[in-house]
């Protein structure tokens, strides 16, 4: 899992949703809903729950703690 390092920062005049702790910086306009997708590469959120779960053991809120780097061999980027 990859750290969040920063939350909702300003990079050159535009607002950035994450910095990673490997220096990859998320963009809403790379997220589909699903992943983030950085030069082919998708970085999917991991989350944690927020608060007391609930009888069945889940959580009202969840908050995003770090990203986890998916490859694919199609899209790997060498030396990354």
């Not at 910086?25 to 809403?28: F, I, K, R, S, V």
């Given at each position: 899992m990859l750290e969040i390092t920063k939350r909702n920062f300003d990079h050159v005049r535009a607002l950035m949703d994450y910095e990673l702790e490997d220096g990859t910086?998320?963009?809403?306009s790379e997220w589909n809903g699903e992943c983030y997708t950085v030069e082919k590469v998708p970085y999917y959120p991991i989350y944690r729950g927020v608060g007391e779960p609930d009888e069945d053991g889940d959580y009202e809120e969840y908050e995003t703690i770090g990203f986890e780097r998916m490859f694919r061999p199609e899209n790997q980027i060498e030396g990354k």
């Open positions: 910086m998320l963009h809403a």
